[in-house]
């Protein structure tokens, strides 16, 4: 299972762009890189999932280099309800079977 | 779409005592559920995954006796802690991995705090 190292936290201001960077540099062939988000007490909320170059949805986007070896989850100009931790992971169906192992995550701290 | 719901979100027990947790898939099959436990200010510890109709496998370190698992249906997985001590307090989420469209992600449920006394 591909390991990820992720910044431990960051710190920002509202309406500010964050770009959190993810390595993961033994990634495998079939699989995907997904971030998460996660308040306090609950449970992880899927943000954004891709495989290549660049998703976008209407809450971030993905950036994945052509090497896949990396990833930066980008959040445009963030509010004080974007505090939380982002776990980035990365699996896929490796055999039909997707294990999703979580790492320390990046806290992120929005200011007013 | 893909939401995942656990039942009860807190419960508090005494020492000794059977608990059981249940995850359900909402609007999709979940062909694939996992169990995780969350400790205070740490990140998500898989316990083990569950596929329909077959046994759980369980990571390493983790008691397969202690922590029943049973995945009867495409849409329910339920954890049961068995003879709780205050140990096994902590923040246990469930997700669950569909078929097709929902295949490549998990969704997670909202979490169950479980406190033994």
Same mark, same amino acid.
């Given at each position: 299972l591909a390991?990820?190292?992720?910044?431990?936290?960051?710190?920002?201001?509202?309406?500010q762009e964050?770009?959190?960077?993810?390595?993961?540099?033994?990634?495998a062939?079939?699989?995907y890189i997904t971030?998460y988000?996660?308040?306090?007490?609950?449970?992880?909320?899927f943000i954004?999932?891709?495989y290549?170059?660049?998703?976008t949805n209407?809450?971030?986007?993905l950036?994945?280099?052509?090497d896949?070896?990396?990833?930066?989850?980008?959040?445009p100009?963030?509010?004080?309800?974007?505090t939380a931790?982002?776990y980035?992971?990365?699996g896929?169906?490796?055999?039909?079977?997707?294990?999703?192992i979580?790492?320390?995550?990046?806290?992120?701290?929005?200011?007013? | 779409?893909a939401?995942?719901?656990?039942?009860?979100?807190?419960?508090?027990?005494?020492?000794?005592t059977?608990?059981?947790?249940e995850?359900?898939?909402?609007?999709?099959?979940?062909?694939?559920m996992?169990?995780y436990?969350?400790?205070?200010?740490?990140?998500?510890?898989?316990?083990?995954?569950?596929?329909e109709?077959?046994?759980?496998?369980?990571e390493?370190?983790? %008691?397969?006796?202690?922590?029943? !698992?049973?995945? @009867?249906?495409?849409?329910?997985? *339920?954890?049961?802690?068995?003879?709780a001590? +205050? %140990?096994?307090?902590s923040f246990? !989420?469930?997700? @669950?991995?569909?078929?097709?469209? *929902?295949?490549e992600?998990?969704?997670?449920? +909202?979490?169950?705090?479980?406190l033994?006394?």
């Open positions: 390991k990820t190292t992720q910044p431990i936290s960051m710190d920002s201001y509202e309406g964050v770009n959190i960077t993810c390595s993961h540099n033994n990634i062939t079939n699989d971030w988000q996660q308040f306090p007490s609950q449970g992880p909320r954004i999932q891709g290549k170059t660049k998703v209407e809450v971030a986007s950036f994945i280099p052509a896949r070896k990396s990833s930066t989850l980008s959040l100009r963030v509010s004080l309800s974007d931790v982002y980035c992971l990365v896929g169906l490796s055999g039909g079977y997707n294990k999703l979580f790492g320390a995550g990046t806290r992120l701290a929005v200011h007013p | 779409g939401v995942v719901s656990q039942h009860p979100s807190r419960v508090i027990c005494k020492s000794g059977s608990v059981k947790i995850c359900r898939s909402l609007d999709f099959q979940a062909t694939t996992f169990w436990r969350q400790f205070p200010k740490q990140s998500l510890m898989l316990m083990a995954t569950s596929n109709g077959s046994k759980a496998t369980y390493q370190g983790v %008691e397969k006796d202690k922590f029943l !698992i049973n995945h @009867a249906s495409l849409t329910l997985s *339920t954890l049961t802690v068995t003879s001590h +205050p %140990e096994d307090s246990y !989420i469930c997700s @669950a991995r569909g078929a097709e469209k *929902t295949q992600t998990q969704y997670f449920g +909202p979490g169950t705090r479980l033994v006394l």
